[in-house]
């Protein structure tokens, strides 16, 4: 139940993997929800996505830059996607293509197109596994509250794993094991090109390929190792990632919780969105269509019974478009209407370091560590607070008490407006704590404090501009 709408805002995401490119736009509602009273955006709708085109490379390698750009103006061409109106969003560079030496400088590029309010970043595996949960299942998780679930995000270039229950996310990872890292001509198998990672799998697996060779023959050697590897992703068996090629595809390893094993196993990503298709029986295009082993990969792991355990119970709602749907959909949360705003003049604050999570009664030596990471970091940074000693609500004088150990702090720093102090807390006590730990204004600080925005496990903040007191708040660098 929700209350009436507040006002419509747009919502924007950019996905650029190893194979494809994809972008969408939703508009949701700024409102209070009736039953929890926070704040949230209500209502999300799709009014604009494109259909996936494969992401450009230049001969070299490189991401081509000028196709992008032409992307994106084509894309801006559109009536219903217009920069001006984002609120929130994201881009993000995956797979392969974040390996590329100018992924960053293609993300600032979006960037500087779309504006400061949006995530911007390249080689972030563990947001990627995170987006893609939340894209494709976090629904379907909220509906079976108490069945946890694992979702393999498999594109061109990683499998991104994710776990969690009711919606919430424990555990997420990512691996080498993709679909393009072996490219052939199309519908042959005349290897055409192959990836770093698919050259060390090559020499692992004694396979002594070239150029132009024909490796049908070779072929099942290869997905055999793939879905062993996904496998031992999805059992947490940690020995098949102990020799030296094994430990070469972890890009960040998936740990999940031992009473997850049996969790229901869901696909995402381009592979995923295959596999789903054979689940109701539909025929796959034929040998290398796409120019690399997805097809065969997906026929593959269908056979395999453990890692389709689930494929006909438990169904995604977003499959290919898992990652763009998080970004669009679920990247940013809002805070309450009880923040605290020393300097409007400063926002919107980018790439923020997240520097602590603390208690509101921390030990003295924890609140000055924190504080002077906030001080030495170029603009500012901000500090999680996660309530009392146990979480939960604080009392009005345990407000008081940690606003006045941060006032002193701050004091004691000589803390100015040119360093942005951002704490984030789940309750609605902005306002109020804001007031205390500035002296009711007095001190030259530029304290932000954001209320009901709970806390996650990540590197990095942005901070949007506030709309009717409302601020979008985006983490990336999840851990």
């Given at each position: 139940m929700v209350n009436a709408a507040r006002e419509c805002v747009?919502?924007?995401?950019?996905?650029?993997?190893s194979t494809t490119t994809s972008a969408m736009v939703t508009e949701a509602q700024i409102e209070q929800n009736s039953v929890t009273g926070r704040m949230e955006l209500g209502h999300p709708k799709v009014i604009f996505q494109t259909e996936p085109c494969f992401t450009p490379f230049l001969a070299s390698g490189l991401i081509d830059h000028q196709k992008i750009s032409d992307l994106l103006d084509e894309w801006f061409a559109h009536e219903l996607f217009q920069p001006k109106n984002v609120f929130t969003g994201g881009t993000i560079i995956t797979g392969l293509a974040a390996e590329k030496r100018n992924a960053s400088a293609i993300a600032e590029m979006v960037k500087d197109r779309i504006g400061e309010t949006i995530i911007a970043t390249a080689a972030d595996p563990c947001l990627e596994s995170?987006?893609?949960?939340?894209?494709?299942?976090?629904?379907?998780?909220?509906?079976?509250?108490?069945?946890?679930?694992?979702?393999?995000?498999?594109?061109?270039?990683?499998?991104?794993?994710a776990l969690g229950i009711n919606g919430n996310i424990s555990s997420t990872g990512s691996y080498f094991i993709g679909a393009r890292h072996f490219r052939f001509r199309e519908g042959t198998y005349l290897l055409e090109s192959y990836s770093p990672y698919g050259k060390k799998l090559l020499e692992f697996l004694n396979l002594d390929l070239t150029i132009g060779d024909d490796i049908q023959n070779k072929i099942s050697k290869i997905l055999d190792y793939y879905v062993s590897g996904l496998e031992a992703i999805v059992t947490d068996n940690q020995e098949f990632f102990t020799n030296s090629q094994a430990t070469s595809i972890v890009q960040f390893p998936f740990h999940p919780?031992?009473?997850?094993?049996?969790?229901?196993?869901?696909?995402?990503?381009?592979?995923?969105?295959?596999?789903?298709?054979?689940?109701?029986?539909?025929?796959?295009?034929?040998?290398?269509?796409?120019?690399?082993?997805?097809?065969?990969?997906?026929?593959?792991?269908?056979?395999?019974?453990?890692?389709?355990?689930?494929?006909?119970?438990?169904?995604?709602?977003?499959?290919?478009?898992?990652?763009?749907?998080?970004?669009?959909?679920?990247?940013?949360?809002?805070?309450?209407?009880?923040?605290?705003?020393?300097?409007?003049?400063?926002?919107?604050?980018?790439?923020?370091?997240?520097?602590?999570?603390?208690?509101?009664?921390?030990?003295?030596?924890?609140?000055?560590?924190?504080?002077?990471?906030?001080?030495?970091?170029?603009?500012?940074?901000?500090?999680?607070?996660?309530?009392?000693?146990?979480?939960?609500?604080?009392?009005?004088?345990?407000?008081?008490?940690?606003?006045?150990?941060?006032?002193?702090?701050?004091?004691?720093?000589?803390?100015?407006?040119?360093?942005?102090?951002?704490?984030?807390?789940?309750?609605?006590?902005?306002?109020t704590l804001g007031n205390y730990a500035t002296e009711w204004g007095r001190l030259p600080v530029n304290l932000i404090v954001i209320d009901e925005v709970s806390e996650r496990n990540a590197h990095f903040v942005n901070i949007g501009k506030p709309k009717h007191q409302i601020i979008p708040v985006s983490y990336f660098g999840i851990h």
């Open positions: 747009q919502m924007v995401g950019l996905d650029f993997g995170w987006l893609a949960f939340m894209g494709a299942v976090s629904y379907l998780s909220k509906c079976h509250d108490q069945i946890p679930i694992t979702n393999l995000d498999i594109g061109g270039g990683t499998t991104n794993p919780a031992p009473n997850s094993v049996k969790s229901a196993i869901t696909f995402s990503g381009g592979v995923g969105e295959m596999l789903y298709k054979l689940a109701n029986g539909v025929e796959l295009p034929g040998k290398t269509f796409y120019g690399d082993l997805g097809i065969d990969l997906a026929y593959r792991i269908f056979a395999s019974p453990l890692l389709t355990r689930s494929i006909k119970k438990y169904i995604p709602e977003k499959m290919g478009r898992a990652t763009v749907s998080g970004l669009a959909l679920h990247s940013t949360e809002v805070s309450g209407t009880s923040v605290y705003i020393s300097d409007l003049s400063t926002m919107p604050l980018t790439d923020l370091p997240v520097v602590a999570k603390l208690s509101m009664a921390p030990e003295f030596s924890d609140l000055k560590h924190a504080l002077h990471l906030v001080s030495a970091s170029v603009s500012g940074a901000c500090v999680q607070i996660i309530g009392d000693k146990n979480g939960g609500i604080p009392s009005i004088s345990l407000i008081k008490e940690f606003g006045s150990k941060l006032a002193k702090e701050f004091r004691s720093l000589k803390l100015t407006r040119d360093k942005a102090v951002v704490l984030i807390i789940k309750y609605n006590i902005g306002k």
